[in-house]
């Protein structure tokens, strides 16, 4: 690992805190400890505590921060441009390298089928920061009309509710017209990120969503602080982002010959044979949502 030159080191050697933050510079120094995502985490948090700095201080900030920023995890620069964000003051070449670096995680792939993969094999980390930037590195798609009606909505929850991802995927297939072995991923996803573009698509409410995401999928109902998440989650992406990684989606392997039924092909039928179920179910699933709701506000 490369040292920090010795002239930054004494840049920082002025500051107010320059004992932990020396000490880290020590250990970046040592060969074998990459203490890189620490230290930016340190400089950032040290940075956005003052509401004003002068301009040898924004200087020295921007100088590390343009030195390491290229070197750490995608985790560590996403937590930094989230602090960023919420600060007044923050440097614009700071957020425009963050930016810079994203377009090139999520990049100009050859095909919308090397995007969608990327997104799907990602980790939360790394789908927060394709999500939170693709309405700023990818050209807008045409906007298509989306039924956003309460009957359809009522399908998705009902089929949530029973605890029934086929059905959920074959409602959600036709809704968005994407292929049917794409929206059995969706439902079975196990971090939860391809269910929030759904929603933010569809416009959904989002009470509607948190009851989803506690019964669809039980690897995220389980985990309070996973809803908790994805909701905080929901709330950062655009409707821009949510549209363009559908127009990719939809752009994906030729679409099954259900996707071009009418949305509501068969479904009274199937409404006929779930109905009991469905109300029998819903009132508890209120409940839970309710409980499930006042212990994520506590957080």
């Known amino acids: 690992m490369s040292a920090i030159p010795k002239c930054r080191r004494k840049s920082m050697a002025n500051s107010s805190a320059r004992v932990p933050v020396d000490n880290l510079v020590d250990l970046a120094c040592r060969d074998g400890v990459d203490v890189r995502p620490t230290l930016v985490r340190v400089l950032t948090d040290l940075y956005v505590q003052r509401p004003n700095h002068s301009a040898e201080e924004e200087t020295q900030y921007v100088e590390l921060l343009l030195g390491l920023i290229d070197s750490v995890d995608a985790r560590t620069r996403s937590a930094v441009a989230e602090k960023l964000r919420r600060y007044s003051n923050a440097p614009s070449a700071i957020l425009q390298k963050l930016d810079s670096l994203a377009a090139a995680k999520t990049g100009h792939p050859e095909n919308g089928e090397d995007l969608l993969e990327l997104f799907f094999s990602s980790g939360p980390e790394d789908r927060r920061l394709i999500l939170t930037n693709l309405d700023i590195v990818s050209e807008p798609p045409k906007r298509r009309p989306v039924p956003s009606d309460g009957e359809l909505m009522r399908r998705l929850e009902g089929a949530a ?50 009851r989803i995401l506690l019964f669809l999928n039980p690897t995220i109902g389980q985990s309070v602080r996973r809803i908790f998440e994805l ?13 363009r990684m559908l127009a990719i989606w939809q752009s994906g392997p030729a679409r099954s010959r259900a996707s071009h039924e009418p ?37």
Request: glycine letters at 4%; charged letters at 30%.
């Open 161 to 210: 509710l029973r605890r029934d991802p086929a059905e959920f995927s074959r409602v959600l297939a036709r809704a968005l017209n994407i292929d049917r072995s794409l929206a059995e991923r969706i439902a079975h996803d196990r971090f939860g990120e391809p269910v929030l573009v759904a929603a933010k698509a569809l416009g959904m409410n989002i009470e509607v969503l948190q």
């Open 263 to 299: 949305i509501y092909w068969d479904d009274e039928r199937r409404s006929l044979r779930s109905s009991d179920a469905s109300e029998s179910s819903y009132a508890g699933a209120r409940q839970d949502t309710q409980l499930a709701r006042i212990t994520v506000n506590k957080r």
């Open 231 to 243: 909701c905080r989650l929901y709330g950062d992406i655009s409707s821009a982002a949510a549209e």
